[in-house]
């Protein structure tokens, strides 16, 4: 025990920690160099484009250190965004300490500092490295400031690496060893062994990373899942080198998975606790959350053959997305899809990449919604996820909607338009600091802001610079009201939002604006209007087409008419008919893309 | 159900003009050289002994000499495509027989020899008689040329001519549009085709987009043109054409009938069905004149139609005729059941596009308007057969 080194590495999105997770990989020999691919640990197409890391994997590497002595290092790696903050405290739960990277040219990051927090918050020895010092932008001594005055932790020492280049990562492997603590934990105490990660093989079932914190686990062992009180047999148990390497057990401090026959992803979640069957442990480990989707969206099949297809692919995602909700949904307007959860807008937007790209699926997804806390008259409290269920304004004592604290990270010159975004989003603050080269402000905001485009409005105010993770924090009442679209008259349940009231007239104006933007020209002229109960607040009005016939035809070839009315005929395919009228898949999303003032 | 007997057409074309129009997506050229009269003459008659083999007893109803600008060719080059028509097919008592003709290229006396030619009616590409109008257009021609044309047909006797206007031109608003109308009819013709201006693919238009009105005020064009045409006696029976009792043009309705022509010349097209095979055959020739020359005495490209798109390409033409079309005609041209196209005709009249009156179907006032609409309903769900199309009918 006293050789192993659990650790994670905390890093913002592009600051390197995938290439420094390969360079470590290979140093210690985990690979031969032909068998090295660029960045191993992120294993899914989809992480590798978007740069991020989506479901943690571990790798276990032996290292002989310059004292001669050889250590297990086992790297445990965490998700990358924000919307998988739960995932992240799981994996740093498993780990003892951290490296901390950061960019020697962007500097601190407000994601790297809230996992940051939480490593230090679960008693982990950070590590900071400095990476891409091989870079000509490279400035160590402010980002080393900045480490220390944002995050307040010691960095004079960091080590600066080249993770690219490989300059100085021996030197990291030394540090490493040396600060950060060997596990701590009882052999002779009952099994405690904490689900960093659960994934499904098709082969095998459910495959789940664990971290013996206290006793050992054996193959052949009738292990007891804590939260569920299932049982089952432990037929595998191995570690990732990142070859998979079976073992015949799992040692109080080891970090490696464990196959035992269980057939769905729920069997075994994430920060879970594995006990034994026969000698269990008195109470879980700490920090076990059920997720909770906080962000809803209908999606529906383009062609309505596509359902059972639709159903089926979804089925095989949240084989492996514990997170993943669904359920049958039936709209007036979309026919009949599926109401789907996701943790937030990164993960809906993963969801239905894969589903579009992995499943050949042409899915419209109506406006995205956040879960309002609805307190009906009679005392009861429901929970709506989609504004059509929302029940009649009459029946209703009050809204609350979800309020989460954000945490921002900027720098002082774009302060001024991110507070302005901040409260233009209804956002109060609670703590504004400035901190070197860096102001951090907490804010709490009604996460249905942040839902709409707060990310990618932080973005463009602060030129990129403003940084932002965040918490769901509570439920809080506010002045809420439904809003309807109606086309010719008919309300569209899909495109139905839930908007603050100060802000309804102005969202009723935009969204019809854009809905005549995004509507073609067809054989009549099309109402779009936008509603509060039956009050009609914003019209605007897609005029007629006049015509559409070809002057001329006579008896030549027919091939050019021909192609001429295919591709009419194609772009009709591609919309949804309500009613007489067409509406083009993007008009859905219309939503999305207003209450920006661009 | 048999193909029973399909009336037969004859389609000319003649691909040169004194210069082609930006808007014109047809089949033509400017001609740079001499007019290769006697060359292209002799090509047509070897295309038309070929061709009318495949025809042999049936009876021609009609002959159209399109272009290009047929006009530019002698009388006398005219009289012997016309001889060679009558030497190798049977032409009917009262077969109509038409010519294009360009106001720019009509010289004294000149349609009086079309006539002794065998010609007995006339389209005139008249367009508009506002100068301004026809200089925007790229047309040859004066407003002065085509009156003193139109002087010569009623002079030649041959009343039954067609003026060809345009609307919806740069420029061009409703009174302008009216005062073409007013006109137009003073020149007394028998039929009036009243096209709007559309850009299409491939013309100089399409590559530098003229200033037209916006499409509300060409829409407003139409119904008072339509009302001034029906108070003179005009009534509208396609989508752009409009005649006076029994002067609609017999060549045209052929094609909107679905029925069969043969097509002579560079780039024609033809269609014929053989009740025998049950098959319906669609040729075409090589749209290149030089290339059409050394190559008029081959046999033309020919595809048959799938039955699959037959309903597609009989309502494409016959829902253009504001009277449209009964199932027996439906059946008797394409040899299919009502079935076959029934379903979607039902489906269009809960649209308001179609309707019908006992076993006839015909597009509504809207239906004709929207006939792109309409149309697309009727094609096969894979344009597989598209592709088949372009692939053997490109020369």
């Not at chain 1, 307190?375 to 029940?391: M, Q």
């Not at chain 1, 009201?481 to 100060?502: F, Q, T, Y």
Request: aromatic letters at 8%; glycine letters at 8%.
């Amino acid at each position: 025990m006293r050789h192993i080194r659990n650790f994670s590495i905390i890093a913002h999105v592009d600051h390197g920690k995938s290439t420094l997770a390969d360079r470590l990989i290979q140093l210690c020999g985990g690979l031969e160099a032909r068998e090295m691919q660029d960045q191993v640990l992120d294993s899914m197409e989809l992480e590798r484009e978007r740069g991020i890391t989506i479901k943690a994997q571990s790798v276990t590497l032996y290292y002989t250190a310059r004292d001669g002595e050889r250590y297990q290092l086992n790297m445990i790696d965490t998700p990358g965004h924000v919307d998988f903050s739960y995932e992240v405290s799981r994996s740093l739960a498993a780990c003892d300490g951290a490296l901390l990277v950061v960019d020697a040219s962007q500097g601190v990051e407000a994601q790297s500092v809230a996992n940051c927090y939480t490593a230090i918050e679960q008693g982990l020895e950070v590590v900071p490295v400095i990476n891409k010092i091989d870079l000509p932008s490279a400035d160590p001594e402010r980002v080393i400031r900045e480490i220390e005055e944002i995050i307040g932790i010691e960095a004079k020492d960091a080590v600066r690496v080249s993770a690219k280049t490989g300059e100085n990562v021996p030197e990291l492997l030394e540090t490493l060893i040396r600060r950060i603590p060997p596990p701590k934990g009882d052999p002779d105490a009952p099994l405690q062994a904490l689900i960093i990660d659960s994934w499904f093989d098709n082969y095998v079932g459910v495959v789940s990373l664990v971290r013996v914190v206290n006793g050992s686990l054996k193959v052949g062992d009738k292990i007891r899942v804590m939260s569920t009180g299932r049982t089952y047999n432990v037929d595998r148990l191995g570690r990732f080198t990142p070859k998979s390497v079976a073992e015949r057990e799992l040692a109080t401090g080891d970090v490696g998975f464990v196959i035992a026959g269980i057939k769905e992803i729920d069997g075994a979640p994430v920060g879970d606790t594995i006990t034994h069957e026969r000698r269990p442990c008195e109470s879980p480990l700490p920090g076990f959350k059920q997720i909770k989707p906080r962000v809803f969206a209908g999606l529906f099949p383009v062609n309505s053959e596509d359902y059972e297809s639709f159903r089926d692919a979804l089925a095989k995602l949240r084989l492996n997305d514990s997170a993943l909700h669904y359920e049958p949904e039936v709209s007036g307007a979309l026919g009949f899809g599926f109401r789907c959860g996701f943790l937030g807008l990164l993960h809906m937007d993963i969801v239905q990449e894969r589903l579009e790209r992995e499943y050949h699926l042409d899915l419209v997804t109506s406006a995205p919604t956040v879960v309002y806390e609805v307190v009906r008259t009679d005392g009861s409290v429901a929970y709506v996820d989609n504004p059509a269920k929302l029940p009649p304004q009459n029946e209703i004592e009050e809204i609350r909607e979800p309020i989460i604290i954000a945490n921002i990270l900027v720098p002082p010159d774009h302060v001024g338009a991110v507070l302005k975004l901040c409260n233009e989003k209804r956002g109060v603050q609670k703590k504004m600091q400035y901190l070197g080269t860096q102001v951090s402000l907490q804010y709490e905001l009604p996460l249905a802001e942040v839902v709409l485009d707060f990310f990618d409005r932080l973005k463009s105010v602060s030129r990129g610079f403003a940084s932002f993770d965040y918490e769901f924090s509570h439920f809080q009442k506010a002045p809420l009201v439904k809003l309807d679209v109606l086309i010719n008259g008919d309300r569209v349940d899909a495109l139905s939002i839930i908007v603050h009231r100060e802000n309804a007239y102005q969202r009723g104006r935009e969204l019809v604006d854009k809905m005549q933007e995004l509507i073609p020209r067809q054989m009549f002229e099309v109402a779009v209007q936008a509603a509060i109960g039956s009050q009609i607040i914003a019209r605007a009005t897609v005029k007629p087409l006049r015509k559409n016939v070809l002057a001329k035809c006579y008896g030549g070839d027919v091939t050019r008419k021909r192609k001429l009315l295919e591709k009419q005929k194609e772009g009709k395919k591609r919309m949804k008919q309500l009613g007489q009228v067409e509406i083009p898949q993007e008009a859905f999303l219309a939503v999305l893309q207003v209450g920006r003032k661009s | 159900m048999p193909l029973a007997d399909v009336p037969l057409s004859l389609y000319v074309h003649f691909p040169w003009c004194v210069r082609k129009c930006p808007y014109c997506d047809f089949n033509s050229y400017t001609l740079r050289d001499e007019l290769p009269e006697e060359r292209y003459v002799a090509a047509l008659e070897a295309d038309l002994e070929l061709q009318a083999r495949e025809v042999a007893g049936r009876e021609v109803i009609s002959i159209f000499m399109g272009g290009g600008t047929p006009s530019l060719f002698s009388p006398e080059a005219i009289a012997r495509v016309l001889a060679a028509a009558r030497r190798h097919l049977r032409l009917a008592d009262d077969v109509e027989v038409t010519l294009e003709a360009n106001p720019g290229t009509i010289e004294r006396g000149r349609f009086a020899e079309y006539r002794a030619a065998g010609v007995n009616r006339v389209s005139l590409g008249a367009q508009s008689f506002d100068a301004a109008r026809l200089e925007a257009l790229g047309r040859i021609h004066s407003p002065r040329e085509t009156v003193r044309a139109a002087e010569e047909l009623h002079a030649a006797g041959l009343t039954n001519f067609n003026l060809d206007l345009m609307y919806g031109l740069p420029g061009q608003d409703l009174p302008g549009a009216l005062r073409d109308i007013e006109q137009a009819l003073a020149l007394e013709p028998a039929h009036v085709s009243h096209y709007q201006l559309t850009i299409e693919p491939g013309t100089v238009f399409a590559g530098v987009r003229p200033s037209l009105p916006t499409d509300e005020e060409i829409a407003d064009m139409l119904p008072p043109v339509q009302e001034r045409l029906a108070a003179a006696g005009f009534a509208q029976y396609e989508v752009s054409a409009y005649a006076r009792p029994t002067r609609r043009c017999r060549h045209n309705l052929n094609y909107w009938t679905f029925g069969d022509y043969l097509g002579i010349g560079a780039g024609a097209h033809g269609k014929l069905t053989s009740a025998a095979s049950g098959t319906i055959v669609r040729t075409s020739r090589i749209r290149e004149p030089r290339r059409y020359l050394s190559s008029s005495a081959e046999p033309p490209v020919r595809r048959e139609v799938q039955p699959a798109e037959l309903p597609f390409e009989f309502a494409m033409n016959a829902l253009r005729l504001t009277e449209g079309f009964s199932m027996g005609l439906f059946s008797r041209r394409t040899g299919l059941g009502a079935a076959a196209i029934e379903p979607t005709l039902s489906v269009l009249e809960t649209r308001g596009l179609v309707a019908r009156d006992g076993d006839r179907w015909y597009p509504t006032v809207v239906g004709l308007r929207f006939l792109n609409d309409a149309l697309i309903e009727f094609l096969p769900d894979t344009p597989e057969s598209a592709g088949k199309l372009r692939l053997s009918s490109a020369p």
